[in-house]
């Protein structure tokens, strides 16, 4: 690990100045991410912004939905009564990440930042384009079993290993940010950027900016949901894919559908083609049959990973007969 200076910000004014000033600077709160990668030297901040301290916790139910504070843990979200009730997908998603012990440290806006476990990322004596741009991505021809089939490109094929990110991007969520500009809200579908010919950029955040709260609305679709996670081992491991998936049905019918998937892309996957496969439809096996096979549409293996399609498919019409209540 690196030599580095610790700061505590008090207050968000303050923290903000003190990142923005340093291009090296980052922010840390529970620490369950950027310390793995400092000791491993793929993070190297000349200093870290202790923000624990900022008035960002809370979790505020209203009629239109709920807002998050970025410093609020991952257990107290998903075990919180109205999040449990009106967006099930999100407390599933938490509930099937990581263990009870980094739960109960790491905090909502540092796992939607988390980066991505790609061994070859991790490893410093590895080429890796996100790592060190122009160095090269060793997935591409090496063990790549774990890697994307949809969204990814030649400078780089990792997967975003956020279990939340996908509920969050299936039930329409905003991101809610400070920085040198002010405050702004960003919908969820826009926050990450897959990497093209810039994999070192991940979402739209610059520099210095913030995140203060997720915001999640209320609607029939929320509450409908339900969040699937296929992996190698029962716990403590990351997806090979994930569903999140949503559905609103009156009179027998399905008004409004979400499809999000993890595990398959650079960042979490919306299957827009699968939603629109759905509209109008029963909600029956053959309906989620036609949907799963619309959302595997334009992914492409490596060899290795090829099997991440047919499980997608599998994954996606499950999760679809979960949705909406029908379980």
């Given at each position: 690990?690196?030599?580095?200076?610790?700061?505590?910000?008090?207050?968000?004014?303050?923290?903000?100045?003190?990142?923005?000033?340093?291009?090296?600077?980052?922010?840390?709160?529970?620490?369950?991410?950027?310390?793995?990668?400092?000791?491993?030297?793929?993070?190297?901040?000349?200093?870290?912004?202790?923000?624990?301290?900022?008035?960002?916790?809370?979790?505020?139910?209203?009629?239109?939905?709920?807002?998050?504070?970025?410093?609020?843990?991952?257990?107290?979200?998903?075990?919180?009564?109205?999040?449990?009730?009106?967006?099930?997908?999100?407390?599933?998603?938490?509930?099937?990440?990581?263990?009870?012990?980094?739960?109960?440290?790491?905090?909502?806006g540092g796992n939607i930042m988390q980066r991505t476990r790609c061994a070859y990322f991790r490893d410093a004596?590895?080429?890796?384009?996100?790592?060190?741009?122009?160095?090269?991505?060793?997935?591409?021809?090496?063990?790549?079993?774990?890697?994307?089939?949809?969204?990814?490109?030649?400078?780089?094929?990792?997967?975003?290993?956020?279990d939340l990110a996908v509920a969050l991007l299936a039930l329409d969520a905003v991101v809610h940010v400070r920085?040198?500009?002010?405050?702004?809200?960003?919908?969820?579908?826009?926050?990450?950027?897959?990497?093209?010919?810039?994999?070192?950029?991940?979402?739209?955040?610059?520099?210095?900016?913030?995140?203060?709260?997720?915001?999640?609305?209320?609607?029939?679709?929320?509450?409908?949901?339900?969040?699937?996670?296929?992996?190698?081992?029962?716990?403590?491991?990351?997806?090979?894919?994930?569903?999140?998936?949503?559905?609103?049905?009156?009179?027998?019918?399905?008004?409004?559908?979400?499809?999000?998937?993890?595990?398959?892309?650079?960042?979490?996957?919306?299957?827009?083609?699968?939603?629109?496969?759905?509209?109008?439809?029963?909600?029956?096996?053959?309906?989620?049959?036609?949907?799963?096979?619309?959302?595997?549409?334009?992914?492409?293996?490596?060899?290795?990973?090829?099997?991440?399609?047919?499980?997608?498919?599998?994954?996606?019409?499950?999760?679809?007969?979960?949705?909406?209540?029908?379980?």
């Amino acid at each position: 690990m690196n030599a580095f200076r610790y700061a505590r910000a008090n207050d968000v004014a303050s923290a903000l100045a003190t990142v923005a000033a340093d291009p090296k600077a980052k922010y840390v709160a529970g620490g369950t991410n950027v310390l793995d990668l400092m000791k491993e030297y793929v993070e190297q901040p000349s200093v870290l912004v202790d923000i624990t301290h900022l008035p960002l916790r809370g979790i505020d139910p209203a009629p239109h939905g709920v807002r998050i504070g970025a410093l609020a843990l991952m257990s107290d979200v998903a075990d919180h009564p109205a999040v449990a009730r009106d967006f099930p997908a999100v407390s599933q998603a938490l509930l099937l990440s990581a263990s009870p012990q980094l739960r109960n440290m790491a905090t909502i806006g540092g796992n939607i930042m988390q980066r991505t476990r790609c061994a070859y990322f991790r490893d410093a004596t590895q080429p890796c384009n996100k790592r060190a741009p122009g160095a090269g991505c060793a997935a591409l021809e090496g063990v790549n079993r774990q890697h994307a089939v949809v969204g990814g490109s030649d400078h780089c094929i990792c997967t975003h290993p956020s279990d939340l990110a996908v509920a969050l991007l299936a039930l329409d969520a905003v991101v809610h940010v400070r920085g040198r500009a002010g405050e702004r809200a960003i919908p969820f579908a826009s926050f990450y950027v897959l990497p093209g010919a810039t994999p070192q950029r991940e979402t739209v955040l610059e520099h210095g900016d913030l995140i203060a709260a997720v915001e999640l609305p209320a609607s029939p679709l929320a509450r409908g949901s339900y969040y699937l996670k296929v992996r190698d081992r029962a716990s403590y491991e990351f997806a090979l894919v994930s569903v999140a998936a949503a559905l609103d049905v009156a009179g027998g019918r399905i008004r409004a559908a979400r499809v999000a998937l993890g595990g398959v892309a650079p960042a979490p996957w919306r299957a827009h083609d699968a939603e629109a496969a759905l509209a109008g439809k029963r909600p029956d096996a053959a309906a989620f049959a036609a949907a799963a096979q619309a959302a595997t549409h334009g992914m492409r293996g490596r060899g290795q990973n090829d099997f991440k399609i047919a499980l997608a498919r599998r994954a996606v019409a499950r999760a679809l007969a979960h949705a909406g209540g029908a379980a």
